[in-house]
């Protein structure tokens, strides 16, 4: 029998509840295939702070080196809030473990379900079509870049006095640039063959390089993938206006922490978007939603971005491409037949097929089960 050991990190809010739902689904696909999922949890973000001070805790690090993948729920929230530079923030966690595996690519697949398509905040019209990858860089730009405050500088307060001032540094190198680039033209080639490079070359210095490396690499090794350049604020405009016209979005990290969340909500809730970081070590498969700390506790959660981020886990991680497609195939047919969790239902879901989180992640393994 196989075994592959995960590092679980169910993190704050929602994420334990929605975590539960993950190791329950991977139960029955391990006993389904013949494979053991070895659980080793770990503590990220909240939780890491609250118990050890720190967000992301050597303990962590190590047992997320030593795992054949990790799988995170969610960090954050209110609790943790705090502007005071000096003080562990839950991101502080993410941004490390992500560095600390060398993680520097970020794929979001974002897919419109037939049965969501009124849940969107797009006419259905405008959904027709609509699959895209979004390949984010993920340990560059301005959230590693040099960062700083200063007191007392002259003329920085209003009316011209002494204050305060910040900055933050968006600084990219080729090698950075080149690599995840390569991992969006070697996507689209097993999809639609086209790559938008999203930039903001029109006023930013790293972006005049970004655009530079990416058709020097077209050029020479990628001739065949159709390349289109966009700005950034003409993207946003387009993700709303013609998203079909998308198949993989390659752009820096801050570009694709903010296009990746509009995109999101295109399939009408974030609750149904997963994600896998990958790089130089073990991978990391997470949901795009937070930590929703409003409905914690409640059994309320949407587990399917959750459950899909396992979907991606085990074709990236583990090649188990058969237990994955049945996994996609539970989650669309469960959909299909009018399941919904709160916040993908409409007025006019019945009131017996809106069911909890635990609920919700029952359905999905029965009908793994029985496919």
Same mark, same amino acid.
């Given at each position: 029998?196989?075994?592959?050991?995960?590092?679980?990190?169910? *993190? @704050?809010?929602?994420?334990?509840?929605?975590? /539960?739902? #993950? $190791?329950?689904?991977? %139960?029955?696909?391990?006993?389904? =295939? !013949?494979?053991?999922?070895?659980?080793?949890?770990?503590?990220?973000?909240?939780?890491?702070?609250?118990?050890?001070?720190?967000?992301?805790?050597?303990?962590?690090?190590?047992?997320?080196?030593?795992?054949?993948?990790?799988?995170?729920?969610?960090?954050?929230?209110?609790?943790?809030?705090?502007?005071?530079?000096?003080?562990?923030?839950?991101?502080?966690?993410?941004?490390?473990?992500?560095?600390?595996?060398?993680?520097?690519?970020?794929?979001?697949?974002?897919?419109?379900?037939?049965?969501?398509?009124?849940?969107?905040?797009?006419?259905?019209?405008?959904?027709?079509?609509?699959?895209?990858?979004?390949?984010?860089?993920?340990?560059?730009?301005?959230?590693? *870049? @040099?960062?700083?405050?200063?007191?007392?500088? /002259?003329? #920085? $307060?209003?009316?011209? %006095?002494?204050?305060?001032?910040? =900055? !933050?540094?968006?600084?990219?190198?080729?090698?950075?640039?080149?690599?995840?680039?390569?991992?969006?033209?070697?996507?689209?080639?097993?999809?639609?063959?086209?790559?938008?490079?999203?930039?903001?070359?029109?006023?930013?210095?790293?972006?005049?390089?970004?655009?530079?490396?990416?058709?020097?690499?077209?050029?020479?090794?990628?001739?065949?993938?159709?390349?289109?350049?966009?700005?950034?604020?003409?993207?946003?405009?387009?993700?709303?206006?013609?998203?079909?016209?998308?198949?993989?979005?390659?752009?820096?990290?801050?570009?694709?922490?903010?296009?990746?969340?509009?995109?999101?909500?295109?399939?009408?809730?974030?609750?149904?978007?997963?994600?896998?970081?990958? *790089? @130089?070590?073990?991978?990391?498969?997470?949901?795009?939603?937070?930590?929703?700390?409003?409905?914690?506790?409640?059994?309320?959660?949407?587990?399917?971005?959750?459950?899909?981020?396992?979907?991606?886990?085990?074709?990236?991680?583990?090649?188990?491409?058969?237990?994955?497609?049945?996994?996609?195939?539970?989650?669309?047919?469960?959909?299909?037949?009018?399941?919904?969790?709160?916040?993908?239902?409409?007025?006019?879901?019945?009131?017996?097929?809106?069911?909890?989180?635990?609920?919700?992640?029952?359905?999905?393994?029965?009908?793994?089960?029985?496919?």
């Amino acid at each position: 029998m196989t075994t592959y050991r995960i590092c679980l990190l169910p *993190g @704050d809010g929602i994420g334990p509840e929605i975590m /539960a739902e #993950a $190791a329950k689904v991977l %139960g029955v696909i391990g006993t389904k =295939h !013949d494979v053991a999922f070895e659980f080793d949890e770990a503590l990220l973000g909240g939780a890491a702070i609250d118990s050890t001070g720190t967000a992301l805790p050597e303990e962590t690090l190590a047992k997320a080196k030593a795992a054949d993948a990790v799988l995170l729920a969610a960090i954050g929230g209110p609790k943790w809030d705090t502007t005071d530079p000096s003080k562990p923030r839950p991101e502080q966690g993410l941004l490390g473990i992500r560095k600390g595996l060398g993680l520097f690519s970020n794929l979001r697949p974002v897919k419109i379900y037939d049965a969501l398509r009124d849940a969107s905040s797009l006419k259905p019209e405008f959904l027709e079509g609509v699959d895209m990858l979004i390949v984010r860089e993920l340990t560059g730009g301005l959230y590693f *870049g @040099d960062r700083g405050r200063e007191t007392d500088v /002259a003329g #920085a $307060a209003p009316g011209g %006095g002494a204050g305060k001032r910040a =900055h !933050d540094t968006m600084t990219y190198s080729e090698f950075e640039i080149e690599r995840i680039a390569r991992i969006a033209f070697d996507s689209a080639r097993t999809r639609r063959n086209k790559v938008h490079s999203v930039d903001k070359a029109n006023v930013l210095e790293s972006s005049r390089l970004w655009r530079e490396v990416v058709h020097g690499l077209h050029a020479a090794e990628y001739s065949d993938v159709e390349l289109v350049d966009q700005l950034v604020d003409n993207s946003a405009m387009q993700l709303v206006r013609n998203p079909a016209q998308f198949d993989v979005i390659v752009t820096e990290n801050m570009f694709g922490d903010i296009l990746s969340d509009e995109a999101s909500m295109l399939t009408g809730s974030l609750g149904m978007l997963a994600s896998a970081s990958l *790089g @130089d070590g073990t991978a990391l498969y997470e949901p795009s939603h937070g930590s929703a700390p409003d409905i914690a506790g409640l059994g309320v959660a949407n587990p399917l971005a959750m459950l899909l981020s396992v979907e991606l886990m085990l074709r990236h991680s583990f090649a188990m491409n058969a237990a994955a497609d049945e996994l996609a195939l539970a989650i669309d047919g469960l959909l299909a037949a009018g399941w919904r969790t709160r916040d993908i239902a409409s007025p006019e879901t019945p009131d017996d097929r809106i069911v909890g989180t635990a609920e919700m992640g029952d359905l999905v393994a029965r009908r793994i089960l029985a496919e």
